[in-house]
């Protein structure tokens, strides 16, 4: 009996001591819906078989997102970092500021780049090769979706968006409903224009690149340059949607959420992620499936002839200076963006791959659905890395926001606006 | 016997001593904790705001007044500034006043008077955050319940939270609502500490009820006033929750105010010294109305 117990007295502290000898990863991801592609992420077994080969246990938290960059700020403070990070990129002027983030070695960046798609060039590379971790899987670009059953009720080619926007303001007209009291109960079109000013400004940057603006001139400098939004391109992506508020009245400013307004069936058309509202259709609108509910293409071009634009949107797997487990984490961050993974992760979430390689494969290579993402993500670019860009996503925000609710002109909102982003972008380099 | 005197003396002091040494024991708990998480991060506050603050590089280098200079031109923090003034300059006195009045009419004895009360009180003990999402929805345009009471009533609808113009106001409502329980049950606490033989002086005198409000309730009440505005205009200077949940400072800066502008400086822009500054500002702000509210307050203390 006594050798009994003291053998249950071993293995009860023996055992913790055993497991404390295998290292922990730890990998922190944004909580909640607010992309798609941490879906990999919520599954506890992503990385099981990394954790067998290398003797390391992986865990996965969430984070709530709007706090989840002070909280990383926080714990990189108290010398507690994570080791691996999954995060916005538009976070990441301020942790390359702050030296927070370790680089990829440049032979694994050369590899990487030559082995993946262009879209993918475009989310990793910040200049010159060099790559500050690996961007997500699953392309998520902002594009146009439109509602085919309110298409054809207009009398409009469910199977063709509008290409200008000429078109636009047309098929917005003719989409738009009004009730016995001549108020909008469906807008042809729908607008984010409130909550926070960076998520307004996403949704309109199709707009401001496609006439030839842009949030800043070097959108690869780290520090100083100058905002390039205020010419007649950006004046020109403004009016677009004040036209369509005040002289068409086919859209209006009591939708506020353009995908839920979408989703609910009193919005016909929307710009947003593509990959939230393929997500969220199945639970939201059910009778709306892909291909014969719903449409998605790239957002129109300012005239015939030109190019569109749009924006990518981009995570990154990061390890932080400082990380614990530096050499086992920049592992499990390759591990988990190999070319076999690639394939595989992305055929069991429902993603698209990296690899160019993985697009010749089944289901990608026939899936209506990845090829349409794979012709609108070449058009998408991604976020500029200036210090100084949340200072121009707010100045930008806040003007088209003056500008669509009538607060200001077109011309004083872009004014007021590019004083203060200047601003910020010089206050950011000091 | 002056040796006796001396000792019993000594005796009494060390008594003393003992006394206050365990006195200082048992609050030595909540000085530590008070220094360590309110007096030390102030000054700490007070001193990075001389410096440009890399926190991750663990670096300091020293710029005097120019994060202070650099806010004097900043037309954001005084935009922010000028909205968390109008925010304050309007929710301290309405709320206090409606307290006010509500406490008074509760003074009166009537059928499920607890309840009101009760119902009255129940923001204040709701999460602000919480409340602030259930009055995000309150307020939307199309589904939201105002909008829909004032279809009901053929009134024009609002765009609330939506119009530049309208969202600091739509904010205010929302703390008016929030803070006007606690007024309330201040002041009524306050009015029960009032002889009830002051009323009946003054309606022997023939005072009618007015008269008795004015001469004898409002004088009286000063003391109670005087730490409410206090009281709700520091935490008025310092709202940020439900303008974060409701507004995110938006529409275009439309409610941006001084706690939410140092929050954006330091943890989205890393701007740290910078917000510290902000932060100082505010606190001086904060102590210089306080100070002459208490002494302008002072002179309206009546005793009867």
Same mark, same amino acid.
């Given at each position: 009996?006594?050798?009994?117990?003291?053998?249950?007295?071993?293995?009860?502290?023996?055992?913790?001591?055993?497991?404390?000898?295998?290292?922990?990863?730890?990998?922190?991801?944004?909580?909640?819906?607010?992309?798609?592609?941490?879906?990999?992420?919520?599954?506890?077994?992503?990385?099981?078989?990394?954790?067998?080969?290398?003797?390391?246990?992986?865990?996965?938290?969430?984070?709530?997102?709007?706090?989840? /960059? +002070?909280?990383?700020?926080?714990?990189?403070?108290?010398?507690?970092?994570?080791?691996?990070?999954?995060?916005?990129?538009?976070?990441?002027?301020?942790?390359?500021?702050?030296?927070?983030?370790?680089?990829?070695?440049?032979?694994?960046?050369?590899?990487?780049?030559?082995?993946?798609?262009?879209?993918?060039?475009?989310?990793?590379?910040?200049?010159?090769?060099?790559?500050?971790?690996?961007?997500?899987?699953?392309?998520?670009?902002?594009?146009?979706? !439109?509602?085919? /059953?309110?298409?054809?009720?207009?009398?409009?080619?469910?199977? =063709?968006?509008?290409?200008? !926007?000429?078109?636009?303001?047309?098929?917005?007209?003719?989409?738009?409903?009004?009730?016995?009291?001549?108020?909008?109960?469906?807008?042809?079109?729908?607008?984010?224009?409130?909550?926070?000013?960076?998520?307004?400004?996403?949704?309109?940057?199709?707009?401001?690149?496609?006439?030839?603006?842009?949030?800043?001139?070097?959108?690869?400098?780290?520090?100083?340059?100058?905002?390039?939004?205020?010419?007649?391109?950006?004046?020109?992506?403004?009016?677009?949607?004040?036209?369509?508020?005040?002289?068409?009245?086919?859209?209006?400013?009591?939708?506020?959420?353009?995908?839920?307004?979408?989703? =609910?069936?009193?919005?016909?058309? +929307?710009?947003?992620?593509?990959?939230?509202?393929?997500?969220?259709?199945?639970?939201?609108?059910?009778?709306?499936?892909?291909?014969?509910?719903?449409?998605?293409?790239?957002?129109?071009?300012?005239?015939?002839?030109?190019?569109?634009?749009?924006?990518?949107?981009?995570?990154?797997?990061?390890?932080? =200076?400082?990380?614990?487990?530096?050499?086992?984490?920049?592992?499990?961050?390759?591990?988990?963006?190999?070319?076999?993974?690639?394939?595989?992760?992305?055929?069991?979430?429902?993603?698209?791959? =990296?690899?160019?390689?993985?697009? /010749?494969?089944?289901?990608?290579?026939?899936?209506?659905?990845? +090829?349409?993402?794979?012709?609108?993500?070449?058009?998408?670019?991604?976020?500029?890395?200036?210090?100084?860009?949340?200072?121009?996503?707010?100045?930008?925000?806040?003007?088209? +926001?003056? &500008?669509?609710?009538?607060?200001?002109?077109?011309? /004083?909102?872009?004014?007021?606006?590019?004083?203060?982003?200047?601003?910020?972008?010089?206050?950011? &380099?000091? | 016997?002056?040796?006796?005197?001396?000792?019993?003396?000594?005796?009494?002091?060390?008594?003393?001593?003992?006394?206050?040494?365990?006195?200082?024991?048992?609050?030595?708990?909540?000085?530590?904790?008070?220094?360590?998480?309110?007096?030390?991060?102030?000054?700490?506050?007070?001193?990075?705001? #001389?410096?440009?603050?890399?926190?991750?590089?663990?670096?300091?280098?020293?710029?005097?007044?120019?994060?202070? @200079? %650099?806010?004097?031109? %900043?037309?954001?923090?005084?935009?922010?500034?000028?909205?968390?003034?109008?925010?304050?300059?309007?929710?301290?006195?309405?709320?206090?006043?409606?307290?006010?009045?509500?406490?008074?009419?509760?003074?009166?004895?009537?059928?499920?008077?607890?309840?009101?009360?009760?119902?009255?009180?129940?923001?204040?003990?709701?999460?602000?955050?919480?409340?602030?999402?259930?009055?995000?929805?309150?307020?939307?345009?199309?589904?939201?319940?105002?909008?829909?009471?004032?279809?009901?009533?053929?009134?024009?609808?609002?765009?609330?939270?939506?119009?530049?113009?309208?969202?600091?106001?739509?904010?205010? @409502?929302?703390?008016?609502?929030?803070?006007?329980?606690?007024?309330?049950? @201040? $002041?009524?606490?306050?009015?029960?500490?009032? *002889?009830?033989?002051?009323?009946?002086?003054?309606?022997?005198?023939?005072?009618?009820?007015?008269?008795?409000?004015?001469?004898?309730?409002?004088?009286?009440?000063?003391?109670?006033?005087?730490?409410?505005?206090?009281?709700?205009?520091?935490?008025?200077?310092?709202? #940020?929750?439900?303008?974060?949940?409701?507004?995110?400072?938006? *529409?275009?800066?439309?409610?941006?105010?001084?706690?939410?502008?140092?929050?954006?400086?330091?943890?989205?822009?890393?701007?740290?010294? $910078?917000?510290?500054?902000?932060?100082?500002?505010?606190?001086?702000?904060?102590?210089?109305?306080?100070?002459?509210?208490?002494?302008?307050?002072?002179?309206?203390?009546?005793?009867?």
């Amino acid at each position: 009996m006594g050798v009994l117990l003291v053998a249950a007295l071993f293995l009860a502290i023996g055992l913790p001591g055993v497991s404390a000898q295998v290292p922990t990863l730890t990998l922190w991801y944004p909580a909640g819906e607010i992309t798609q592609t941490t879906l990999p992420l919520r599954d506890p077994t992503l990385f099981a078989p990394f954790e067998a080969t290398a003797r390391v246990k992986v865990e996965m938290v969430a984070l709530d997102y709007d706090t989840m /960059q +002070q909280k990383i700020f926080a714990a990189a403070a108290a010398r507690n970092v994570p080791d691996i990070l999954f995060i916005d990129t538009s976070w990441m002027p301020g942790f390359l500021k702050e030296e927070l983030l370790e680089q990829v070695d440049p032979a694994k960046a050369k590899r990487w780049l030559a082995a993946v798609t262009p879209e993918i060039v475009e989310l990793s590379d910040y200049g010159k090769g060099t790559m500050w971790g690996y961007p997500q899987m699953g392309i998520d670009v902002y594009g146009l979706t !439109w509602n085919k /059953q309110h298409f054809r009720e207009a009398g409009l080619d469910p199977a =063709r968006p509008p290409q200008t !926007w000429d078109e636009l303001r047309d098929y917005c007209r003719k989409l738009v409903k009004r009730d016995a009291t001549g108020k909008i109960v469906r807008v042809g079109y729908a607008i984010r224009h409130v909550g926070h000013p960076h998520g307004v400004v996403h949704k309109h940057l199709w707009a401001i690149w496609g006439a030839g603006a842009d949030l800043i001139d070097n959108p690869n400098a780290l520090r100083g340059g100058r905002v390039k939004f205020n010419n007649e391109g950006g004046r020109a992506a403004l009016q677009l949607v004040l036209d369509m508020l005040n002289v068409d009245k086919c859209t209006s400013l009591d939708f506020p959420d353009p995908r839920a307004a979408f989703l =609910r069936g009193i919005a016909s058309m +929307q710009i947003s992620e593509t990959v939230s509202i393929r997500a969220r259709q199945p639970k939201e609108a059910p009778d709306m499936p892909w291909t014969t509910g719903w449409g998605m293409a790239l957002p129109p071009a300012r005239k015939a002839g030109d190019k569109p634009a749009t924006l990518l949107g981009a995570w990154l797997f990061a390890v932080p =200076r400082g990380a614990k487990n530096r050499d086992l984490a920049w592992r499990a961050v390759e591990w988990v963006n190999s070319e076999i993974n690639d394939y595989t992760l992305a055929r069991k979430f429902g993603l698209t791959p =990296r690899y160019k390689t993985n697009w /010749q494969k089944e289901p990608f290579k026939s899936d209506a659905y990845a +090829q349409a993402l794979l012709k609108m993500a070449p058009y998408g670019r991604r976020l500029p890395i200036n210090l100084g860009l949340n200072g121009i996503m707010d100045a930008l925000g806040g003007a088209i +926001q003056k &500008a669509w609710h009538g607060e200001a002109t077109v011309q /004083q909102a872009l004014a007021e606006a590019e004083r203060l982003a200047n601003k910020a972008i010089a206050d950011a &380099a000091k | 016997m002056a040796s006796m005197r001396h000792s019993a003396r000594a005796v009494l002091g060390r008594a003393h001593r003992r006394h206050y040494l365990q006195a200082y024991l048992f609050i030595s708990p909540v000085i530590v904790l008070f220094t360590l998480f309110r007096i030390w991060p102030s000054l700490q506050t007070l001193y990075f705001s #001389f410096f440009k603050v890399e926190l991750l590089k663990g670096r300091l280098t020293y710029v005097g007044l120019q994060n202070f @200079i %650099d806010l004097a031109q %900043d037309e954001i923090f005084r935009r922010a500034i000028a909205n968390t003034l109008i925010y304050a300059l309007t929710i301290v006195p309405v709320s206090a006043f409606l307290a006010m009045i509500l406490a008074v009419l509760f003074s009166e004895h009537f059928r499920l008077r607890e309840l009101f009360k009760a119902v009255y009180f129940a923001p204040m003990v709701t999460s602000t955050v919480a409340a602030a999402v259930v009055w995000w929805w309150l307020y939307n345009p199309q589904f939201g319940l105002f909008n829909s009471v004032l279809r009901l009533l053929h009134l024009p609808e609002q765009p609330w939270l939506l119009s530049s113009r309208m969202a600091l106001p739509s904010v205010i @409502i929302f703390s008016i609502w929030k803070t006007l329980g606690y007024n309330m049950v @201040i $002041y009524i606490a306050a009015l029960q500490a009032i *002889p009830t033989m002051f009323y009946e002086a003054a309606t022997i005198d023939g005072a009618g009820p007015f008269q008795r409000f004015v001469r004898i309730t409002l004088p009286l009440l000063a003391p109670t006033t005087t730490f409410i505005l206090i009281y709700n205009t520091i935490f008025a200077f310092q709202v #940020f929750d439900q303008v974060l949940v409701l507004t995110g400072g938006g *529409p275009a800066f439309s409610t941006n105010v001084v706690v939410l502008e140092l929050y954006t400086q330091a943890f989205q822009r890393y701007r740290f010294g $910078y917000a510290s500054a902000e932060a100082m500002v505010l606190f001086l702000f904060i102590l210089g109305v306080t100070v002459v509210q208490y002494f302008y307050s002072r002179r309206y203390e009546v005793a009867y």
